[in-house]
């Protein structure tokens, strides 16, 4: 487990946007969290490039949960099927829920699914959240909910809640099979509007997840995802985050 994806911070005192790859995990957890001890929310996202328990990535996210203790740790290209009559053990990839729940179990942690594992019983986004955080679901609109995304008003005891938004930006949907380039802009649009409403409300806001842009080249016009990095830059722009 030693690749982060992108986080981004976004509040109404300022912005903060850091792309990191390629480090290792106690490096990162530092970068992400400095030196503090026990203050603050710690968040953690891993694009598992499927084979969560085939290839026994899961037993690297339980380390992980164990060594760092996170409050947040989003699971991305799980790919799971929903499957309410299948019983336990049958298939890697189709569970009903109360057997994935108990097939990802990581003691101290409840699971979350997004939308559309109800709804178009598939997802390929899940999210751990430490059994001591208080956190609400918030809910998208119709035209969203199977957008690989999880939405969350975060927050416990006496400190100020915030909007989480934990996400995976497809290159070809799951739920529609979609994935041409007018597909790709359209999803992309739909989930930084999703952020636009988040950040409207007055609280801080964190966006976190796999947006599958290159930083690096989204200011050349030769890029073959620009207009994808453009939706991201307008987004940035309006939050005064993008530079």
């Not at 699971?75 to 099927?81: F, K, P, Q, Y």
């Not at 409300?201 to 994808?228: C, H, S, V």
């Amino acid at each position: 487990v030693n690749n982060f994806t992108q986080t981004s911070q976004f509040s109404k005192t300022g912005c903060r946007l850091n792309w990191i790859s390629g480090l290792s995990i106690n490096k990162i957890v530092k970068i992400i969290n400095g030196n503090r001890r026990n203050l603050g929310y710690k968040y953690f996202s891993w694009n598992c490039d499927r084979g969560l328990l085939s290839k026994n990535k899961l037993d690297d996210i339980k380390l992980f949960a164990d060594r760092h203790k996170p409050h947040f740790m989003a699971i991305s290209e799980v790919n799971l099927t929903r499957n309410e009559t299948i019983e336990n053990g049958i298939s890697f990839s189709e569970f009903s829920t109360e057997n994935a729940k108990e097939t990802f179990k990581i003691e101290g942690y409840r699971l979350i699914f997004p939308a559309s594992w109800q709804i178009y019983n598939k997802a390929r986004i899940i999210v751990y959240i430490n059994d001591q955080i208080k956190a609400k679901v918030i809910n998208v609109l119709q035209d969203e909910d199977y957008l690989q995304q999880i939405s969350l008003e975060v927050g416990f005891g006496k400190v100020k809640t915030h909007n989480v938004n934990f996400y995976y930006r497809e290159w070809k949907s799951l739920i529609t099979g979609e994935n041409s380039s007018e597909a790709q802009e359209r999803e992309f649009s739909k989930l930084t509007n999703i952020w636009r409403r988040l950040t409207a409300e007055p609280k801080d806001f964190i966006a976190l997840g796999d947006t599958n842009i290159d930083m690096f080249k989204m200011e050349d016009p030769t890029y073959a995802q620009r207009n994808l990095a453009d939706i991201l830059k307008d987004f940035l722009m309006e939050e005064s985050c993008y530079q």
